[in-house]
């Protein structure tokens, strides 16, 4: 018989995980240039803004029903 974890650990893992994935992309902007984020048409006060959707920061973890 195989029990599973509950819910509320597979999204504490989902959440770990995009928290990562988001962190290492904002660390990535954050040492470009000015110059070069112009380049790409954002600004340094744009980043945490573009990698962290709406969505993100109203589920934070929570499944996709956001319960």
């Known amino acids: 018989m195989i029990v599973s974890a509950p819910k509320w650990i597979w999204r504490f893992l989902k959440y770990v995980q ?3 994935s988001h962190r290492r992309i904002i660390k990535e902007l954050n040492q470009m240039t000015d ?9 340094r006060w744009d980043i945490d803004r573009l990698v962290w959707l ?14």
Do not use: C
């Open 18 to 20: 995009t928290w990562r």
């Open 35 to 43: 110059r070069e984020l112009s380049d790409i048409g954002i600004s």
């Open 54 to 67: 709406e969505e993100d920061k109203t589920v934070r973890g929570r499944g996709k029903d956001g319960k």
